[in-house]
C-alpha cells in the first residue's frame, strides 16, 4: 500500500525525471485498488490489462521525449496519470453500467467525449467507479451493484452520486477521477472526502457520452486532490464538440488563462458574496470553517460582505421537481428492447413493465413516477411551466448578484458526512444539495475545495463564479488553499492516512 498519496504534479515530476515509469505507477495504483477496494467498494469494474497497455504506450511517449524540460513545463498534459472514470460515462469495450440493474451487462461501442481528450492527453483509466443509481442519490446507498463506503469511516457515506469517484481517490485508488454534477453529486461527496472538485459552467464540458439523469443540468466535473491539478484536468476537458448541442466554446482568453502554470494573483479588492443566514442549515464545524473561510479570504485583501440569495428552500424544491421531469423522459427509452435488459411480455407495454420492474430501483422508481406527474396531460404542462418560471427567476437573481461580485461563498453541504443507512431505513438526503443546487439551476460554475474538519472528517467550501469564471475561482481557490492547508491537517486527524 501506498505510504503518501500522490498529486497529479507529484506524478507528472516523477515520471519526467525518469523515477518511475508509468506502467510501474499504474502497477502502483492497481496494487492499492486490490488492496483496498474490497473494504471500500469505490470501483464496479477494473480494468488492469487496459491500464497496462495505456501506460506502456505512455512510456513510450517518455522514451521518445529527449527534453525532460519541456514536458515539465507542458502543464496539460496527463501523460501517463492514472485517473477512475464515473460509470455513468461510456467508455469503448468496457460496461458502463449506470449502478443499475438494467445495465449491467451494456458495453458501449463509443467512448464518451471527455473519456477521448483524456485518452490523447495520455492518461490511463484504472477503471469504472460505483455511484447512485443513475445519479440520482446523494450517498452511493441506491447502487444496484454495491455500496461504497467512506474511506475514513466504514460507517459513513462518501456522499453521491459520485461517492466511487470519491472514494477512489481519496483512499489512493486513483490520482483524479472523472464524476457528474446535476445537483452536487460530484461536489457534495469532493466535500465529504476532502477533495476539490469544479462543476464547470453548462456546455463548457461535453455530454457526449454522458448517459442522461437531468440534459438541462448533468454537468462532467474533475475531482482531484489539489485545486492546481483541478486546473489541468479541466484544462484537457474543455471545449465545445459537435456531437454535444449545449457544448459551448469559452472566449479565447479562457483557454490562455486555464493553461497556465501559476494562477495565483493578488486578491486585493476582490468583491466575495457570503451566503446570509447559513448558520440555518449547518452543524457547528462547518458554520465555524465557512466562516474561517471568509475572513482569511478578507486576510488576502478581499472585500466580504454577506448578501441574500434566493431561499435555498424554493432552490432544492425547484431543482428536485425539474430533474425528475427530465429524467422520467430521458428514462424512456431502458425497454428492455432497445435499452436494458430483455424482458418477457406479449406486447410492448407488458415488456417495458417488466424490464422497469425488475431492472430500476427504488430511488429512481420515485423520480421517474414524480416526473411523469409533472409533466401529465392532467396539468396541460402548467405545473412544468410554472416550475420553469420559478427557476428563471432564481436565474434572474443571481445573475444579479454576479453583477456585484467576483464570487460567492458557501458551504458545500450542511455537514460532514452522514451516516450510512441503517437497513432499508434510508434517510432522504436531498437536503445535503441545498447550497450545490444553485449551480446547476443557472448553470454558473462552483467549486469545492477543503475547508476544515471537526476532528474526524473533511468539511468544505464553495465558491460560486460567473459564466466562464472557472479561472478566477481557481485563482481564488489556490490561496485559500495555501492558507487552509495547515488548518487542514491539524483539524481532520485521520485526513492522508486513508
Not at 451493484?145 to 486513483?174: I, K, N
Not at 439551476?441 to 466562464?468: C, E, H, M, N, Y
Not at 488548518?487 to 481532520?492: D, L, P, R, T, Y
Request: hydrophobic share 40%; charged share 25%; glycine share 8%.
Amino acid at each position: 500500500m501506498m505510504k503518501e498519496l500522490m498529486t497529479i504534479t507529484d506524478c507528472r515530476k516523477a515520471l519526467c525525471k525518469r523515477e518511475i515509469s508509468a506502467r510501474e505507477l499504474t502497477e502502483l495504483y492497481l496494487q492499492q485498488i486490490d488492496a483496498r477496494d474490497r473494504e471500500i467498494g469505490a470501483y464496479l469494474t477494473v480494468c488492469a490489462e487496459k491500464a497496462i497497455q495505456k501506460a506502456k504506450e505512455a512510456d513510450s511517449i517518455f522514451t521518445r521525449s529527449a527534453d525532460v524540460v519541456s514536458l515539465e513545463r507542458n502543464s496539460n498534459t496527463l501523460c501517463g496519470i492514472p485517473y477512475a472514470c464515473k460509470d455513468n460515462i461510456v467508455t469503448k469495450g468496457v460496461r458502463t453500467t449506470c449502478a443499475s440493474r438494467i445495465l449491467q451487462d451494456f458495453v458501449s461501442p463509443y467512448d464518451a467525449a471527455v473519456v477521448e481528450r483524456l485518452q490523447s492527453s495520455g492518461a490511463v483509466m484504472l477503471g469504472k467507479t460505483n455511484m447512485d443509481e443513475f445519479a440520482m442519490g446523494s450517498a452511493c446507498e441506491h447502487s444496484a451493484l454495491g455500496r461504497t463506503v467512506h474511506p475514513l469511516d466504514p460507517a459513513r457515506s462518501p456522499g453521491g452520486s459520485s461517492g466511487g469517484s470519491a472514494a477512489a481517490v481519496a483512499a489512493g485508488e486513483a490520482v483524479f477521477a472523472l464524476g457528474s454534477d446535476t445537483g452536487g453529486s460530484a461536489r457534495q461527496p469532493a466535500s465529504f472526502c476532502g477533495l476539490v472538485a469544479m462543476k464547470p459552467t453548462y456546455g463548457l464540458v461535453p455530454r457526449y457520452g454522458l448517459v442522461e439523469f437531468a440534459s438541462s443540468m448533468d454537468t462532467i466535473c474533475p475531482m482531484t486532490r489539489t485545486v492546481e491539478d483541478n486546473r489541468m484536468v479541466l484544462a484537457a476537458l474543455a471545449g465545445a464538440d459537435p456531437r454535444d448541442m449545449t457544448s459551448v466554446t469559452p472566449p479565447n482568453e479562457w483557454f490562455e488563462g486555464i493553461k497556465r502554470q501559476s494562477l495565483v494573483p493578488d486578491l486585493k479588492g476582490k468583491r466575495i458574496a457570503m451566503a446570509a443566514d447559513i448558520s440555518r442549515f449547518c452543524d457547528a464545524a462547518t458554520l465555524a470553517n465557512t466562516l474561517r473561510a471568509a475572513r482569511m479570504l478578507e486576510e488576502l485583501g478581499c472585500i466580504v460582505e454577506e448578501t441574500e440569495l434566493p431561499s435555498p428552500d424554493h432552490a432544492l424544491e425547484t431543482y428536485v421537481i425539474l430533474t425528475a421531469a427530465e429524467s422520467s423522459s430521458n428514462l424512456a427509452r431502458y425497454d428492455g428492447i432497445r435499452y436494458g435488459t430483455g424482458a418477457n411480455g406479449e406486447s410492448y407495454r407488458e415488456i417495458a413493465g417488466c424490464a422497469r420492474t425488475t431492472g430500476f430501483g427504488e430511488e429512481v422508481t420515485r423520480r421517474i413516477l414524480t416526473g411523469a406527474y409533472a409533466l401529465s396531460a392532467a396539468h396541460g404542462g402548467k405545473y412544468f411551466h410554472k416550475i420553469k418560471n420559478v427557476q428563471r427567476n432564481i436565474l434572474h437573481q443571481m445573475d444579479a448578484v454576479m453583477e456585484r461580485y467576483d464570487a460567492i461563498l458557501m458551504p458545500t453541504t450542511g455537514s460532514v458526512a452522514f451516516p450510512l443507512a441503517d437497513g432499508e431505513k434510508t434517510e432522504n438526503r436531498y437536503d445535503s444539495d441545498r447550497f450545490t443546487v444553485y449551480a446547476n439551476l443557472t448553470g454558473l460554475p462552483a467549486l469545492q475545495i477543503p475547508s476544515g474538519g471537526d476532528g474526524k472528517l473533511p468539511t468544505g467550501v464553495s465558491l460560486l463564479g460567473r459564466r466562464f469564471g472557472e479561472v478566477e475561482l481557481y485563482r481564488i481557490a489556490q490561496r485559500l488553499e495555501e492558507m487552509l492547508a495547515e488548518k487542514i491537517a491539524e483539524e481532520v486527524t485521520e485526513y492522508g492516512g486513508v
